[in-house]
């Protein structure tokens, strides 16, 4: 297969809808840059979260939601081996809602004792939402086209190396859906994929990470050697963005979930507010579940 047919199969793969979002969303964009001379000003007026995380810390309720649903997989399987696959599925949701509930109790916590101004430092200032619900949708428009043009680099290089054939795995959450139409396990799917996964994720990656990694940054001899001060709030939020995608179990979704992270990574450190990367990863889950829905 030559990389004509690979672009030919490609392009089949565009539908109109796709052309005009992506469209809307390049056109935001070039604003974009314009506004922030090419991203050099974006993040200009962006403060530092005032804190005094150890660059470790973070770790702690990763380690804490890891542990929660390791542990209830493999209970799961010692004591609950002969049930049916959606039953199973039922199972595994309500364990992921467990220790996404306890991980994000300890975030709290540790947000609370280690954020000046506690959780409105943190980011969660209830103050902000209708704004923030309001701005979700247009940052993630403007960064669609990067995160679809993610997908296609990787359908692209993927079908070099395995042929035309090639396909991204589909997550195996958006694969239960297609196989079971029971109500009770597509409302936790939903509840887990558009709720407790983008309130988890975004207070962990974006809101203990990337505030850790900006702090340890900030005060590094790198960083105060470093004259543009736009490039430590960059730089970790290409650092976080990366962690949040390869924590994902995918490989072949990595690319699209990084530049995802940095639309959400810069949306936080823009508006200072976690509820803004929560809805657009929230509204980002809910559009992959939707089209799940309609297969």
């Known amino acids: 297969m030559n990389i004509l047919e690979i672009f030919e199969w490609l392009a089949d793969s565009i539908s109109a809808a796709d052309i005009v979002i992506c ?8 604003i ?20 005094n995380m150890p660059l470790h810390l973070p770790f702690v309720p990763l380690f804490i939601w890891f542990a929660i649903v390791g542990i209830g997989a493999l209970l799961t399987m010692e004591l609950l081996d002969d049930l049916e696959e959606w039953q199973g599925a039922v199972v595994d949701s309500v364990i992921v809602c467990v220790g996404a509930a306890a991980a994000m109790v300890v975030i709290i916590l540790l947000a609370r004792s280690h954020f000046a101004r506690r959780l409105k430092g943190f980011g969660l200032n209830v103050r ?15 960064a669609w086209p990067f995160v679809t043009g993610a997908i296609f680099l990787t359908m692209f290089f993927g079908s070099l190396v395995k042929g035309r054939g090639f396909e991204i795995e ?12 029971q109500l009770p396990l597509r409302i936790l799917i939903v509840i887990v994929a558009v709720v407790m996964a983008p309130l988890l994720e975004e207070m962990l990656f974006r809101g203990m990470f990337q505030t850790a990694i900006r702090s340890f940054l ?5 960083g105060k050697r470093l004259r543009n001060s736009w490039a430590v709030p960059w730089l970790s939020i290409l650092i976080a963005s990366g962690l949040f995608a390869t924590v994902h179990a995918y490989a072949g979704h990595w690319p699209a979930l990084f530049v995802l992270g940095v639309c959400m990574g810069y949306a936080y450190e823009r508006s200072g507010s976690l509820f803004r990367s929560i809805f657009i990863h929230s509204l980002f889950n809910a559009t992959s579940v939707i089209a799940a829905f309609h297969q």
Not at 23 to 30: M, R, S, W
Not at 32 to 51: C, I, M, Q, Y
Not at 128 to 142: F, G, Q, Y
Not at 218 to 222: G, N, P, T
């Open 23 to 30: 469209t809307a969303g390049t056109a935001l964009f070039a």
């Open 32 to 51: 974009w840059l314009v506004k922030t001379s090419f991203g050099r000003e974006a993040l200009a007026d962006s403060s530092p979260r005032r804190n």
């Open 128 to 142: 902000t939402v209708p704004k923030d619900i309001l701005a979700a949708p247009v940052t993630l428009l403007a």
């Open 170 to 181: 589909q997550h195996e959450t958006l694969k239960l859906i297609g196989a079971h139409g």
């Open 218 to 222: 900030a005060e590094s001899r790198f």
